[in-house]
């Protein structure tokens, strides 16, 4: 048969909302223009995030109500522990609420001033968290990652003479460096194997540990299968443990690639590192058998991340961007090309070519989409990664404004797709009626989280 079919049944559904244009334009104006601050019922299809929304199995559910709470020593670290040490093949397993805190406890202990840590690109939170101990976070993402149409097929890469000439020049200051695998910022795009081994070899050479941010490593796992050779025989688990082999460590969200609404871990070999970041964890999240999770988020997790890797699944959940990708390329739109793992990244600036970067056309994208459709996305582009200079008030700006539209894991069917195709096209189709934003408020940090803008018409 050609057709792969979700695998699984729907036991449970959850109505959603329907609200008119009008009404949308008002929340819109309401919310400062940032989807952030609209509430997920106002929400027809809520594609802000991969993180936390997925629909979880029959299975994880079942475990939960046998979850052990107990404070210390409970069952269900264990159960949890076993699973990702099988994955990762790393010795010291440290639960956490999310991924950003297995990144707190990480750069605390090996950050701080004067360093660089360099990565393909790091994700925001990383970034912040790197950033927070005065390091400094280097994204050296190969050339073709930054170009939307181009067809690498594992445009994550890290370039690697960028990173030796970097490790000729600096590498005492360079306490670990890092793969995000797939890389978000850069479309959710693959890290090949040959990658993920070179980087590490050329890191370990210097005697410098080598990190996988490990978010939607399942996802890196399939598109290694489909697209490099020698890998298409061997199963997602298998080329999972291939691709922590080479690692020192992980920092993991669990609400991505763990199929679950909450908790992540910090994974790690060296006994001296792990023993600062549990001390660090009880300070913060917990005793280290639950680290500010409940049990029953354990017990999720230790399925959940089972399930990510099942071949079935990712099947289907590629064949999902798959269909939504080709509904777009055929409307004319530019998109991320190819598609990534978990989402569909619209080319912004490609477009709403009248908007000039200063009217961040990317957070006018998602604005747009949101009151033609009700479809929340989030912008990936300069009020995510751009910055003000606190002393000159300059704007700098991103190399790509990217609008993301994030699936959740099991929680979309095809007609909600057909109906995000025709939101896009219909967009698409006004787009010239479309106008820019300004900034009204942003924070020092992660601004895009709170930020507040206006239309520049207004003006
Ligand atoms: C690549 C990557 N790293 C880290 C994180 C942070 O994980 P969390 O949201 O669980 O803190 C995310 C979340 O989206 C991510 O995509």
Wanted: aromatic fraction near 10%; proline fraction near 5%; glycine fraction near 8%.
């Amino acid at each position: 048969m050609q057709t792969i079919i979700e695998p699984f049944k729907i036991k449970m559904v959850e109505p959603i909302r329907f609200t008119t244009p009008q009404e949308r334009a008002d929340i819109l104006r309401r919310a400062h223009y940032n989807p952030f601050h609209i509430h997920a019922e106002e929400v027809l299809i809520d594609l802000l995030t991969d993180s936390g929304t997925s629909a979880m199995s029959a299975a994880q559910w079942g475990a939960m109500m046998i979850a052990d709470e107990s404070y210390s020593g409970s069952r269900s670290f264990f159960k949890f522990e076993k699973v990702v040490r099988e994955i990762t093949g790393l010795r010291h397993i440290i639960p956490t609420h999310q991924g950003r805190a297995a990144e707190k406890i990480l750069f605390s202990v090996m950050g701080g001033a004067g360093k660089i840590i360099p990565s393909n690109n790091h994700f925001d939170t990383t970034r912040g968290n790197i950033e927070y101990t005065g390091a400094e976070a280097l994204d050296l993402v190969i050339d073709e990652g930054r170009i939307p149409s181009s067809q690498h097929p594992f445009k994550g890469n890290l370039d690697l003479a960028k990173l030796e000439s970097l490790l000729d020049r600096a590498a005492s200051q360079i306490p670990l460096g890092m793969l995000t695998v797939t890389n978000n910022t850069g479309g959710g795009q693959p890290v090949s194997m040959a990658n993920i081994r070179a980087v590490s070899e050329a890191l370990r050479r210097r005697g410098i540990p080598f990190f996988l941010d490990a978010c939607r490593f399942a996802e890196n796992a399939y598109f290694i299968k489909r697209r490099e050779p020698g890998y298409a025989d061997k199963t997602p688990l298998e080329i999972a443990q291939e691709m922590f082999s080479y690692c020192d460590g992980a920092t993991f969200s669990g609400k991505k690639d763990g199929l679950s609404n909450i908790g992540g871990f910090l994974a790690v070999n060296d006994d001296a590192l792990a023993e600062q970041a549990r001390n660090l964890l009880i300070l913060t999240e917990g005793f280290p058998t639950y680290g500010g999770l409940a049990a029953r988020d354990l017990e999720a997790l230790a399925i959940g991340i089972q399930e990510a890797l099942e071949e079935r699944y990712l099947d289907y959940r590629h064949a999902c961007v798959e269909y939504f990708a080709q509904k777009l390329r055929a409307g004319g739109i530019q998109i991320v090309e190819p598609p990534g793992g978990h989402a569909i990244y619209l080319d912004a600036r490609a477009f709403l070519p009248h908007l000039p970067v200063e009217q961040y056309p990317g957070q006018a994208l998602v604005c747009a989409l949101y009151e033609t459709g009700g479809v929340r996305g989030v912008e990936i582009g300069s009020v995510m990664f751009g910055k003000r200079d606190p002393q000159t008030g300059a704007e700098s700006y991103a190399q790509m404004d990217l609008v993301r539209l994030a699936l959740p894991r099991r929680v979309y069917t095809q007609s909600h797709v057909d109906y995000l195709g025709e939101v896009i096209l219909e967009t698409y189709r006004r787009r010239e009626e479309i106008g820019g934003l300004r900034f009204t408020y942003q924070a020092p940090i992660l601004r895009h989280f709170t930020a507040r803008f206006e239309p520049t018409a207004s003006a």
